[in-house]
């Protein structure tokens, strides 16, 4: 323990208010910079800290908090640690602090179930967007690690063969999932199909369900993965999101570069 009361809640915390935020990592000034970004937030609000393993797993029992800010180096076994932390307290996300932008361990981390992964040299700014994100149940990677895990799954898909998964959706189904994966809000779906936004989201948990995704960012890479709309009627295109040099991606990677919170974006859009 340090004497800035790491592990303590901070004033002002007030329950269903906030995003409420654990912080761990192993360097004091780290943690104190964070603080005081996080001060200028009306909607996030540090209820613990911790700078060793030990303290992290003893904060994340003990305080109620929606997110951990898990620095990797904690630990020489990040991804386990990880793994065991989701198992140990399951409404907890976690988003990991690595040293530096790293295809392995980030593609490693996203598959064990981290919810956000960022370097250490992330602006405030995105780092803020980054956990009300995450708060509000979307995955978050930067646009390298984007690129990473569409890699990772194409790479899946060309070893994997004819392994098609015998999946079935209703027309309508089909139909919402097509407007996802072209990048479309549940606002547009609705409209597109006629439809309120609340009938949407019940449509999204059904397909997830089916489809054994958890989010948005899991349903397009499935669908990019296993072509899962392949002989599906699919929706007219909407304005498509453009990658970093300008050229329109396929849909369903736009959709997963959407969902997955790129850092250059600011909307803040229903993610059910």
Known sequence: MTGENVGQPQDGEAEGH???????????????????????EDDIRVVGQAETLPQTLSAAKKFSADILVFESALT????????????????????????????????????????GIVSREVEPETLVDCLRRVAQGEPWLDHKGIQWVL???????????SGRPKVQLTP????????????????EIAVRVGTTEQVVKNYLRKVYDKLGVADRLELALFCLNNRVLDAAQTAPASKPATSGNGAAPAAAESAAAAAAGSGNS???SNSN
């Open 18 to 40: 906030f995003v409420r935020v654990i912080l761990a990592d192993t360097q004091a000034i780290f943690r104190a910079g964070l603080r005081k970004i996080f001060a200028l």
């Open 76 to 115: 020489p076994t990040p991804v386990d640690t990880v793994a065991e932390l989701l198992r140990q307290t399951p409404g907890l996300k976690i988003v990991v602090i690595t040293p530096e932008a790293n295809e392995e361990l980030t593609l490693d981390l996203f598959r064990c179930g981290a919810h």
């Open 151 to 161: 890699k990772a799954y194409r790479t899946q898909r060309g070893r994997g063969g």
């Open 172 to 187: 309508k189904e089909s139909l919402i999932v097509s407007c996802v994966t072209q990048g479309m809000k549940n606002k």
């Open 266 to 268: 600011n909307s803040n």
